[in-house]
């Protein structure tokens, strides 16, 4: 079945250091690849998001990039700030004609960014 | 994400209660979903709705059961055949014409 695999699991870096998570994904037809980020207790929030006709997206110090041939998006942050500090999902979905909006999720990173 | 609430927040049950979880949003959204959040796991999707009077199935349907009577109502309901019902619960949305799909607060179910 279609599956999502996230690494890390953790990830800790120091202050103003680069961060990057790395999902590869089994289904062929995916083409929306979302990133959320959840903070303890809280609901998981999008903070970008890349369709397959695009490589690469950036917005501010985040960053997505998307290999198709190899299956795989990894999720970029440089200069990493404490408020960084959350879960990180990575999901992804087949927005065909049916477009069901059925996410698969990958397991998390659990992002430390030491002040 | 303000337009989607989830009720109640924190929610006991004892072995063999059947217990709904509600989701409301008002954000004429045509689309719902249901995820279930075990600790260092992501999200499973339980059930989705595309429109009113009809869901399908997600990867973990056993002994969850929905209902989508109005378009901004999708309540779950936690059934006494769901073996191991304690994890975080997440409902969602989505516009017909969008991807993104926004989350409800939550509601956190432990069974005694």
């Known amino acids: 079945g279609e599956n999502v695999e996230q690494h890390p699991s953790t990830l800790s870096v120091q202050e103003g250091d680069s961060a990057v998570i790395k999902c590869t994904y089994s289904?062929?037809?995916?083409?929306?690849f979302p990133w959320y980020k959840q903070e303890l207790g809280k609901r998981p929030q999008l903070i970008i998001d890349?369709?397959?006709?695009?490589g690469e997206k950036k917005d501010q110090r985040i960053a997505v990039t998307l290999n198709k041939t190899a299956k795989h998006f990894s999720l970029h942050i440089t200069e990493t700030q404490p408020e960084d500090s959350a879960v990180y999902f990575c999901?992804?979905?087949?927005?065909?004609?049916?477009?069901?909006?059925?996410?698969?999720f990958g397991q998390g990173t659990t992002l430390q960014v030491k002040p | 994400d303000g337009g989607i609430t989830q009720s109640p927040k924190y929610l006991f049950r004892k072995e063999g209660q059947n217990v709904t979880l509600s989701c409301e949003q008002n954000?004429?959204?045509?689309?719902m979903y249901w995820y279930r959040q075990d600790p260092g796991q992501g999200l499973r999707l339980i059930y989705y709705?595309?429109?009113?009077?009809?869901?399908q199935k997600g990867d973990i349907a056993e002994g969850y059961s929905v209902s989508r009577e109005k378009k901004e109502s999708f309540p779950l309901t936690v059934t006494s055949a769901q073996k191991n019902p304690t994890a975080f619960y997440l409902c969602?949305?989505?516009?017909?014409?969008?991807?993104?799909?926004?989350f409800g607060p939550g509601t956190r179910l432990t069974v005694l």
């Open positions: 969602a949305s989505r516009t017909s014409g969008s991807d993104e799909q926004f």
């Open positions: 289904d062929s037809a995916s083409n929306y």
């Open positions: 890349i369709r397959s006709n695009v």
């Open positions: 999901a992804a979905s087949s927005t065909g004609s049916s477009n069901t909006g059925k996410l698969i």
């Open positions: 954000l004429n959204h045509d689309a």
């Open positions: 709705s595309q429109i009113v009077n009809d869901f």
